[in-house]
Nanobody, 124 residues
Framework: QVQLVESGGGLVQAGGSLRLSCAAS????????MGWFRQAPGKEREFVAA????????YYADSVKGRFTISRDNAKSTLYLQMNSLKPEDTAVYYC?????????????????WGQGTQVTVSS
């Protein structure tokens, strides 16, 4: 099984920035497509961003385009989410996910492994 551990969450004011990290245990990290999802209280888990095995292609939810950037460092087996211009509606638990496929999906069942989540809270 692949273990995924998120970090970097916290409390930030509206307009501020955070960088989330996801450390993976997989020796073959570069062979996994990766994604970020988030879940706010009382709501379903929703897609945020995804990246291919090589990092050559990225995908974003409309709500975060232009503000969030997904990236990966295969040498460090780590996934990142740079979050800028944060809004109160970005408040949620953010989850890292891995899929053993070439192109990442935008739905939950496209992913095989999940992290425990990290809390992001944006205050106004």
């Amino acid at each position: 099984q692949v273990q995924l551990v998120e970090s970097g969450g916290g409390l930030v004011q509206a307009g501020g920035s955070l960088r989330l990290s996801c450390a993976a245990s997989a020796r073959t990290f570069r062979s996994y497509a990766m994604g970020w999802f988030r879940q706010a209280p009382g709501k379903e888990r929703e897609f945020v961003a995804a990246i291919t095995w090589s990092g050559g292609s990225t995908y974003y939810a409309d709500s975060v385009k232009g503000r969030f950037t997904i990236s990966r460092d295969n040498a460090k087996s780590t996934l990142y989410l740079q979050m800028n211009s944060l809004k109160p509606e970005d408040t949620a638990v953010y989850y890292c996910a891995a899929a053993q496929r070439v192109v990442p999906g935008t739905v939950r069942n496209a992913y095989d492994y999940w992290g425990q989540g990290t809390q992001v809270t944006v205050s106004s």
